[in-house]
């Protein structure tokens, strides 16, 4: 059965740590992307990637970097430059045509102790 | 820049009782339109997408969305709530870039 995986269900960050949340898919997808999810609010975009070894930054890119070295894989690493990473974090992947919906991960919550 | 609006943060609605719930777009050229369903603490779902052709189009689960170009709207309607159809509405519009753009999203509650 294809679908993308996100790992770690739950996740904790001190202060000061640098975390990577992991986002696979076996669906032959070209475009891979991570929204951040707070409370009340909508998806917020912080980078996406169409093709391997190529990425861009989303709305809210700072204090994350992601990278693509394979097709299947698109970790985000969330960095101690982040001041405010507690959140639930979603991967998303498509394939490159804009009347294609996303297939989602189910997601990663994050938390700082 | 492309926005989407969902005016309603919540609604309740009676279990077999008719839902609609509403979505407001802006962008520039020929929207590519989408509506998601979320349960508490998943991913999200595709119920249904609208590109071309007609303007009423039938999703998973039983849902329906209108396409209304004049209004900007993207409506998704239900005949008839299900206990199970509790849940978090996502409308998304996408871009030629490939990027979507998600509203805040409206909860749904269903009455017994």
């Known amino acids: 059965d294809g679908g993308i995986t996100q790992s770690p269900k739950y996740l904790f960050r001190k202060e000061g740590q640098n975390v990577t949340l992991s986002c696979e898919q076996n669906?032959?997808?070209?475009?891979m992307y991570w929204y951040r999810q707070d409370p009340g609010q909508g998806l917020r975009l912080i980078y996406y990637?169409?093709?391997?070894?190529?990425?861009q930054k989303g709305d809210i890119a700072e204090g994350y970097s992601v990278s693509r070295e394979k097709k299947e894989s698109f970790p985000l690493t969330v960095t101690s430059a982040q001041k405010n990473p507690t959140a639930f974090y979603l991967c998303?992947?498509?394939?490159?045509?804009?009347?294609?919906?996303?297939?989602f991960g189910s997601g990663t919550r994050l938390t700082v102790v | 820049a492309q926005s989407v609006t969902q005016p309603d943060i919540h609604i309740t609605v009676s279990e077999g009782a008719s839902l609609e719930l509403r979505c407001n777009y802006s962008?520039?050229?020929?929207?590519?339109l989408f509506w998601y369903v979320q349960s508490p603490g998943q991913g999200l779902q595709l119920l249904l997408k609208?590109?071309?052709?007609?303007?009423l189009v039938q999703g998973i689960k039983g849902f329906e969305a209108e396409f209304k170009r004049s209004q900007s709207s993207f409506n998704l309607r239900k005949p008839s709530v299900h206990w199970s159809d509790a849940a978090e509405y996502f409308c998304?519009?996408?871009?030629?870039?490939?990027?979507?753009?998600f509203g805040d999203g409206t909860t749904l509650t269903v009455k017994p």
């Open positions: 609208y590109f071309s052709g007609d303007t």
């Open positions: 669906l032959n997808h070209d475009a």
């Open positions: 962008y520039g050229a020929t929207p590519y």
């Open positions: 998304a519009v996408r871009t030629n870039a490939g990027k979507s753009t």
């Open positions: 990637s169409q093709i391997v070894n190529d990425f």
């Open positions: 998303a992947s498509s394939i490159v045509q804009s009347e294609s919906g996303y297939t």
